[in-house]
């Protein structure tokens, strides 16, 4: 293979890994060279980088694994970014059915629309979709419905460590999906819109 090839290879396997990053002994095995090989051409690709102005990444090792990063000259815009209100906010639909799997998982749909009292299906695929809830699992019996509960996104949205730091609920008898409550934990969200 040419050079060009394994650079792309190389550059291909950092992005997939994320902020996971990759070490010198993973790299050369996933792309069986030696590690002084892949050394080298971990230093090409750092070098291309670093002369080219125009480009928005960065190579660096970081806690002995090798990463692809943003340019520290593009942090404004990615504060910008992030400082940018979400457009798509969850509707109340979403936000009372995200609530109850929150408090009540591992949790099944059935389960779901009995405590809030009508069908969760699309609120179910938006929070799936923004990747605040997931499939945990399979509860036991017949039909072996799937289990729903929260994500790491979703501890990382709402600045939350784990999930003991929720909100507490009340001592009533009610659900806790209830209008004062959702609203209590998911205030930033709140939209009309799906």
């Known amino acids: 293979m ?46 291309k980088y670093d002369q080219d102005e125009n480009r928005g990444i960065t190579l660096i090792q970081l806690a002995g694994t090798y990463q692809l990063v943003t340019k520290k000259e593009n942090a404004i815009y990615l504060k910008r970014l ?15 059915t995200l609530t109850i799997i929150a408090y009540k998982q591992p949790i099944t749909k059935a389960e779901i629309e009995d405590i809030r009292g009508v069908k969760t299906e699309r609120p179910i695929q938006t929070l799936v979709a923004k990747g605040l809830i997931q499939e945990v699992g399979r509860k036991e019996g017949m039909g072996r419905a799937i289990l729903y509960g929260t994500t790491k996104e979703f501890l990382d949205y709402f600045g939350l460590k784990d999930l003991k730091e929720l909100p507490p609920l009340s001592d009533s008898n009610e659900e806790p999906y209830t209008n004062e409550e959702a609203d209590l934990f998911f205030n930033p969200l709140t939209d009309e819109t799906e």
């Open 2 to 47: 040419e050079i060009v090839n394994w650079l792309g290879i190389l550059e291909s396997l950092l992005f997939a890994a994320g902020d996971e990053g990759l070490t010198l002994k993973q790299l050369a095995k996933v792309m069986d060279i030696p590690e002084y090989r892949a050394d080298e051409l971990l230093n090409i690709l750092k070098e």
């Open 82 to 96: 992030v400082e940018t209100p979400n457009q798509a906010a969850l509707s109340q639909a979403s936000l009372e």
